[in-house]
């Protein structure tokens, strides 16, 4: 007897067209990846992979703060993944090679509670991702946060990063994330729809991404474009209401960079003035602008030829080009030695790509 997933993927292929479908979560990639998806379904069909890794976008100027900041005495404390990424100079690995006191953990708390063992050092928090850790970390500092305590924003909205997408490439379709929808619901993706953008909120399984697939088929035969929800067992229309009431009683919305993308209106979040003196740009404003400095000055000094210059995660991260098109892949960078930040994470493109060996 034929499974869902079969009558699923013979579905697709019966109506195949070509078509460009975009997601924008690392976890979506990773169950493409895994399951072999691109394989199974007609080549007309191109699933993209869009700016859904958050150590991935996180921008180099932010690394190289949170270097400068190790460097000068800081506590930094950061999720795995993100200290393996490289900015300009190097990686928060690497600056802990060099001796500088550089932590992992697990949540904010943890980096809190370093904080509250250490009150005669300064403790740094790197705060990144998008609409899902946000609200724990406004819920840290509603709860209150030791003095020595403090936090480099860098968290990502994705609505606006998504209708930036529609502008600069070609995508007929959104496969939304499921974890970010749970937070913000579902109607923010109303006004990319209304534009003429097939949008389904998918979830995390093989056959949440089939029926994804299937449904934004059925929109684009009928079409129309509208927002539907197939993850209705974890997100709803209005989303999590209370965190997004908590994460904007601490934070409002900012233009934001992202790494590959470049700035993004509205697309970050930074402190409001009441918990400013959290902010580590802020309290160690004059380290920021020296890196700010710094990357200028070598910009203008770079002649384009280095490693981490001909890295085509931009290209990547847009969609614009896939990982085996780039002259390193699966060569010179590899999970175990990445060159740019899609092969560190378990939700970059090129580690997903690498891992599961996609060559298409
Ligand atoms: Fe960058 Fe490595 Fe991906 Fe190439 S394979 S785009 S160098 S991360």
Redesign the pocket.
């Known amino acids: 007897m034929e499974s869902i997933e079969q009558k699923l993927i013979s579905r697709i292929n019966e109506h195949a067209t070509p078509l460009r479908i975009m997601h924008v979560c690392g976890t979506h990639e990773r169950t493409i990846s895994k399951y072999a998806i691109r394989d199974v379904i007609s080549e007309d069909i191109q699933l993209l992979s869009g700016p859904g890794c958050p150590v991935c976008v996180t921008p180099a100027e932010d690394i190289d703060f949170a270097i400068a900041l190790a460097r000068s005495g800081k506590v930094i404390t950061s999720f795995g993944d993100m200290m393996r990424v490289p900015g300009t100079l190097g990686s928060l690995f690497d600056a802990r090679s060099e001796g500088c006191d550089v932590r992992m953990v697990y949540s904010i708390d943890d980096a809190i509670r370093i904080a509250e063992d250490n009150p005669t050092q300064e403790i740094v928090f790197f705060g990144i991702g998008f609409e899902t850790t946000a609200p724990s970390n406004a819920a840290a500092l509603l709860r209150g946060v030791p003095e020595n305590f403090s936090i480099l924003i860098s968290h990502k909205l994705m609505p606006p990063a998504m209708e930036i997408l529609t502008q600069d490439t070609i995508v007929d379709g959104f496969l939304a994330p499921g974890h970010v929808s749970t937070i913000i619901g579902t109607e923010p993706y109303e006004p990319i729809s209304k534009k003429g953008f097939p949008i389904v909120v998918t979830g995390f399984e093989a056959l949440d991404v089939l029926l994804g697939i299937a449904m934004i088929q059925n929109q684009i035969e009928s079409g129309s474009s509208s927002v539907e929800n197939a993850y209705p067992r974890a997100v709803n229309a209005e989303g999590n209401i209370k965190a997004r009431e908590m994460m904007y009683q601490v934070f409002k919305q900012t233009d934001s960079e992202w790494r590959g993308i470049g700035i993004i209106e509205n697309s970050g979040i930074a402190l409001r003035t009441e918990f400013e003196q959290f902010d580590a740009s802020n309290i160690h404003a004059e380290i920021y602008e020296k890196v700010l400095h710094d990357r200028k000055v070598s910009e203008n000094d770079s002649d384009g030829t280095s490693l981490y210059e001909e890295?085509?995660?931009a290209e990547?991260l847009t969609a614009r080009a896939q990982?085996s098109q780039?002259p390193?892949?699966a060569g010179r960078?590899s999970p175990e030695d990445?060159?740019?930040?899609?092969?560190v994470s378990l939700e970059g493109t090129?580690y997903n790509w690498y891992k599961y060996r996609h060559t298409k």
């Open positions: 890295c085509m995660c990547i990982p780039c390193f892949f960078c990445p060159v740019g930040p899609c092969m090129c």
